[in-house]
């Protein structure tokens, strides 16, 4: 797709955000195609330029799509806590390509679960074992008792819990 306008690939990445893949090095670095492309599939992060995957409001973008696109952030924002923070704030799931660091916080496992219980299979396993987290896990989808250690899956508070 050599020799289309930036309009035109704008337009392409509002229909599809994969296209980014196809199209120059040169729009790859381009933050407004890049953020056009992350609006529309956040997975589309990985043809980025890795100029952009540093980006905080790109990268943010990206996770608030899709909560996969974090794996390809840069490192740095990975082992971020505050972004991190406000990324699973928004989509728990992203907890999944966290720094593993950031996986055995509590506060940062705790938004993730309180926004995608399923996101409890991402934490550590001391957090696993944290009946708060557990818990707000659970609230948010019964599901998540699956990921619970197995001494807190015959805790009565956490069965009540199931059989409301």
Same mark, same amino acid.
């Given at each position: ?6 309009e ?26 890049v953020? @056009?492309? #992350? %609006? &529309?599939?956040?997975?589309? !992060?990985?043809? +980025? /330029?890795?100029?952009? $995957?540093? =980006?905080?409001?790109? *990268? ?50 705790? @938004?993730? #679960? %309180? &926004?995608?219980?399923?996101? !409890?299979?991402? +934490? /550590?396993?001391?957090? $696993?074992? =944290?009946?708060?987290? *557990? ?8 599901d ?21």
């Open positions: 797709m050599e020799n289309i306008s930036k035109k690939a704008i337009e392409l990445l509002d229909e599809d955000g994969s296209n980014l893949s196809d199209l120059s090095n040169e729009f790859k670095k381009d933050r407004d195609i953020i @056009a492309a #992350v %609006q &529309n599939n956040g997975a589309s !992060l990985e043809y +980025a /330029d890795d100029s952009l $995957k540093s =980006d905080k409001e790109i *990268v943010s973008i990206a996770a608030s799509n899709d909560g996969s696109a974090i794996q390809f952030a840069d490192s740095s924002l990975k082992k971020d806590k505050e972004f991190i923070l406000e990324v699973v704030q928004d989509n728990g799931s992203a907890l999944q390509f966290a720094d593993d660091d950031l996986k055995k916080d509590k506060d940062i496992v705790m @938004a993730a #679960v %309180q &926004n995608d219980g399923d996101s !409890l299979q991402d +934490a /550590d396993e001391s957090l $696993k074992k =944290d009946k708060d987290i *557990v818990i707000a896990a659970i609230e948010n989808n019964n998540a008792l699956e990921h619970a250690d197995e001494s807190l899956k015959d805790d009565v508070d956490i069965l009540d819990l199931i059989d409301e």
